[in-house]
């Protein structure tokens, strides 16, 4: 699959064809974290978007301004075959109209420079009880939250989010200011048992100290030629359909620096291709941070690993129907002490030509992980049901070929509750604890040459459910508006005995509401109660609360936009 991959993505930029034509400029990529993907993911599963990929994120704010084009056309086709449609997807629109005005103005031929501050912005977050703070072994908290540091007691967010738009260039930065309480330091009992099941030397009983720190988060420099856009700096990537977490790549760790480049609007391949529909590419080339322990044939090297490996993926999603989306993948790390990145190395771990799986020798061909996933609007339920799995394997093809090797994530999107027409539901399943595909316990996210695994500054970079675990996770949401939900959710995770001995569970119950309490202003509170045991951390079982309260102001006066020279 990794062959495939690096193969199409070579020469699928001479090959492409516009879909659709528009106005080529660069654009910001929308936050991770916005309310518009919601927003949009619903119009999408109703039926007046068609074209979106909902399993590659984030998107350009210009794409999110074509797709409220097509939701614009969708709407008033139906109302001219006298099709009403829905109170809630007329809000929905124009909503995304009011968002992204200035983007639709570019697409019309209008100005391409701005120079506004999307976001000023404050969280504060109260645990009272002990957390999980370590998804790599256990479990955490908070999850698909840029690797922001949290612990029991009073922890602070504050920041901002800018950008700089000019013809073909764009420049955004997201700061902020992090504050978190200290931790004591691990168990002897604890301490022991990471070191056999990661098989790194035992750690010191050192506590962890107080965060006080400035963080960028999403911070990059942009240039689009051609709808093809090159993009350099710290960035954050969503590879999944699912809502709870993305199998290969998810914002559960903290952004990562990368140089990336990405189709930002679907493409259509030419000739017999054609049947696969709108395509989109997303590659990157990053450096990850925070591993201390590389196995090598010369020994083990730690406490910090100098240099740090690389990390680099691409993905291509397609929709050859209105109805269907699917996407490969595939990441590989590669690099570190004892591999050193070359030009023949780096094709090795590309195509697996000449390469030693499994030996720690300088022909290893790194740490690989593939990946699918598809979304699928069911017959006769087009607009009320959809039917998206997530999966991905190590060191295979692909998932297709070795299911039974393979972690899953399903899910199902309920986009109208019936006789409820303003609730959703989505219920997601994960699972990387398989009865027949673990070559040993905490198989997954692991590797035997890069020990700290796929992580990021101790993050796991794909989904919470972790090395060797299944859970379930389901939310509703209730639209009052666009931009006023209250939603309610539900977690269930268990880690394998045979992972971590005496295994583990993680149940929670979460209240998240948000609300547009002025035009530029957002209030967005969330509670959740969380009850945990692992008899290897504590005897009995443990529980914690954690509030937030999050106010957000959107700036517009300080926005400046002229038209281009």
Request: glycine letters at 10%; aromatic letters at 14%.
């Amino acid at each position: 699959m990794v062959i495939v991959i690096t193969v199409v993505g070579a020469v699928i930029p001479a090959l492409t064809q516009e879909y659709p034509r528009y106005r080529v400029a660069a654009s910001i990529f929308q936050p991770l974290d916005s309310w518009v993907y919601p927003v949009l993911e619903q119009l999408s599963a109703l039926g007046y978007v068609t074209t979106a990929m909902t399993g590659m994120k984030p998107w350009t704010r210009i794409e999110c301004a074509r797709l409220v084009e097509e939701a614009s056309d969708a709407l008033q086709k139906s109302i001219l075959e006298d099709h009403r449609p829905s109170d809630l997807a007329v809000r929905l629109h124009a909503a995304l109209e009011r968002e992204f005005d200035f983007e639709l103005e570019v697409l019309g031929g209008g100005r391409t420079r701005s120079l506004r501050v999307e976001s000023v912005y404050t969280r504060v977050m109260s645990i009272s009880g002990r957390p999980l703070t370590d998804g790599y072994h256990f479990g955490e908290t908070i999850v698909n939250d840029f690797g922001r540091p949290f612990a029991q007691g009073a922890n602070l967010t504050t920041g901002f989010s800018a950008a700089v738009q000019e013809g073909h260039f764009a420049i955004y930065v997201r700061g902020e200011y992090q504050h978190a309480p200290g931790v004591p330091a691990l168990s002897e009992a604890v301490r022991t048992l990471i070191s056999k099941v990661d098989q790194t030397p035992i750690q010191p009983a050192a506590p962890f100290p107080e965060t006080n720190r400035f963080q960028l988060l999403d911070a990059y420099l942009a240039l689009n030629f051609k709808n093809w856009q090159f993009s350099f700096g710290k960035q954050s990537l969503w590879w999944g359909p699912g809502l709870g977490g993305s199998l290969i790549f998810s914002n559960n760790a903290e952004p990562i620096p990368m140089m990336r480049l990405t189709r930002v609007v679907p493409f259509k391949l030419p000739a017999l291709l054609g049947w696969l529909g709108p395509a989109r590419v997303d590659s990157f080339f990053g450096r990850l941070s925070g591993h201390r322990f590389i196995e090598t044939q010369s020994g083990l090297f730690g406490r910090p690993v100098d240099p740090q490996p690389f990390l680099y993926g691409l993905k291509i999603s397609f929709k050859p129907t209105a109805n269907l989306e699917f996407g490969f993948s595939g990441t590989t790390i590669y690099g570190g002490p004892g591999l050193p990145m070359t030009f023949a190395g780096f094709f090795r771990s590309l195509t697996d030509y000449g390469g030693e799986q499994g030996t720690l020798g300088p022909k290893d061909p790194g740490d690989r992980r593939s990946g699918f996933d598809f979304s699928y609007r069911i017959p006769g339920l087009r607009n009320r049901l959809i039917l998206y799995a997530d999966s991905f394997a190590e060191d295979e093809i692909s998932p297709i070929r070795f299911p039974h090797r393979s972690a899953m994530n399903p899910g199902i999107y309920v986009p109208r509750v019936p006789g409820i027409p303003k609730l959703d539901l989505r219920v997601e399943g994960a699972y990387t604890d398989l009865p027949d595909g673990l070559l040993f316990p905490g198989f997954y996210y692991f590797n035997v040459r890069y020990l700290s695994g796929y992580t990021y500054k101790g993050r796991l970079i794909g989904h919470w459910i972790g090395r060797q675990g299944h859970g379930v996770q389901a939310w509703t949401t209730y639209w009052f508006s666009p931009q006023n939900t209250l939603q309610l959710g539900w977690r269930h995770g268990k880690v394998s005995g045979d992972f971590i001995p005496g295994g583990g569970t993680v149940n929670d119950i979460s209240l998240h509401a948000s609300f547009r309490i002025r035009p530029q202003m957002n209030l967005s509170t969330f509670l959740q109660y969380e009850r945990w045991a692992f008899p290897v951390l504590s005897p009995g079982a443990r529980s914690n609360l954690t509030s937030s309260l999050q106010l957000t102001f959107h700036p517009r006066l300080w926005n400046k936009q002229v038209d281009h020279d």
